[in-house]
């Protein structure tokens, strides 16, 4: 299995971001998806998350009315669009996959599936 994250960098405060999640290796429509976030030292956390049909979708108290977490299950792909980006956004996203019912919500150790982690700076 491999999740491929891309879409990170360097953005001001106020700006927009998206990130793309291609997954390979495993029956894409079997997993629920979801990104993850880890600020410097900070634990990592959870930001957002789909279940396998999109039919359930849940963020994070800091991400709600700003991020959007989609996927096209065609394209073997998850998204993350992030508006209105503030400094507190800075950390390294992951992208994560696991055979759950619902979304990904919740601690991070239980999770089978991570690709590598995307830097985002939010400049203030």
């Known amino acids: 299995v491999q999740l491929q994250a891309s879409g990170g960098g360097l953005v001001q405060a106020g700006g927009s971001l998206r990130f793309s999640c291609a997954a390979s290796?495993?029956?894409?429509?079997?997993?629920?998806m979801g990104w993850f976030r880890q600020a410097p030292g900070e634990e990592r956390k959870y930001v957002a998350g789909i279940s396998k049909f999109g039919a359930s979708i849940d963020y994070t108290d800091s991400a709600k009315g700003r991020f959007t977490i989609s996927r096209d299950n065609a394209k073997n792909t998850m998204y993350l669009q992030m508006n209105r980006l503030k400094s507190e956004d800075t950390a390294i996203y992951y992208c994560?996959?696991?055979?759950?019912?619902?979304?990904?919500?919740?601690?991070?150790?239980?999770?089978?599936?991570w690709g590598k982690g995307t830097l985002v700076t939010v400049s203030s």
């Open positions: 994560a996959a696991d055979s759950w019912l619902g979304t990904l919500a919740g601690p991070p150790g239980g999770v089978k599936y």
């Open positions: 290796g495993l029956t894409f429509t079997n997993y629920a």
